[in-house]
């Protein structure tokens, strides 16, 4: 099955700072890698995906990179503003079929005033 | 917006008793999951179905049921809770995308103690 590490577990940066979480992923089958944000208190909820046909994507602030031959994809933030604090976390899977979603172990992303 | 929705926030229970958790999702969607969040561990899966009383193991089964009578409805079962078993447990249904996405919506959660 799925196995996906996540990089840091926590992370403190200054407001306007860049922010980068790491995930690797083990299964060469994967093609789909959704980004969850959650606040605290909240439920996660999906921020940013990517399938493996894109090397890269951006919504405003947040892009998401990955490497297929490295089985590694990032999560970047820039410009971060307080708001952005919580925790997130990375999942991969086939989409093909019907699969479970196998999540990262989360990183706790602190943003500093 | 798709609405999932978990019977109880805040449970305490006592160990050895059998504790039903409920989910309930209202857009029709095939594929429920169960997690539970500790912390350092992130999201654990128990179990997922993908079909009206069809049920998969997830990566942490041990000591958990579930069932799934209904497409709407996804309940876990802890026949005889202990204390390890305290901890966040999270619902969620998914919707898959033509287009390859699958788009996960979480329930607000039910935060179970076991003294």
């Known amino acids: 099955g799925e196995n996906v590490e996540q990089h840091p577990s926590t992370l403190s940066v200054q407001e306007g700072d860049s922010a980068v979480i790491k995930c690797t992923y083990s299964d060469s089958a994967s093609n789909y890698f959704p980004w969850y944000k959650q606040e605290l208190g909240k439920r996660p909820q999906l921020i940013i995906d990517?399938?493996?046909?894109?090397g890269e994507k951006k919504d405003q602030r947040i892009a998401v990179t990955l490497n297929k031959t490295a089985k590694h994809f990032s999560l970047h933030i820039t410009e971060t503003q307080p708001e952005d604090s919580a925790v997130y976390f990375c999942?991969?899977?086939?989409?093909?079929?019907?699969?479970?979603?196998?999540f990262g172990t989360g990183t706790k992303l602190q943003v500093i005033p | 917006d798709v609405k999932v929705t978990q019977s109880s926030r805040y449970l305490v229970k006592r160990t050895g008793e059998k504790v039903f958790l409920e989910c309930v999702q209202d857009m029709d969607h095939e594929n429920m999951f169960w997690y539970r969040q500790d912390p350092g561990l992130g999201l654990r899966l128990i179990y997922f179905?993908?079909?009206?009383?069809?049920?998969e193991k997830g990566d942490i089964p041990e000591g958990y049921s579930v069932s799934r009578e209904k497409k709407e409805r996804f309940s876990l079962i802890l026949e005889s809770a202990s204390t390890n078993q305290t901890s966040m447990y999270l619902c969620?249904?998914?919707?898959?995308?033509?287009?390859?996405?699958?788009?996960?919506?979480f329930g607000a959660g039910s935060r179970l103690t076991v003294l």
């Open positions: 990517i399938r493996s046909n894109v």
């Open positions: 969620a249904s998914r919707l898959m995308h033509s287009s390859g996405a699958n788009v996960l919506t």
């Open positions: 999942a991969a899977l086939n989409s093909g079929g019907y699969q479970k979603v196998t």
């Open positions: 179905s993908y079909d009206v009383k069809m049920k």
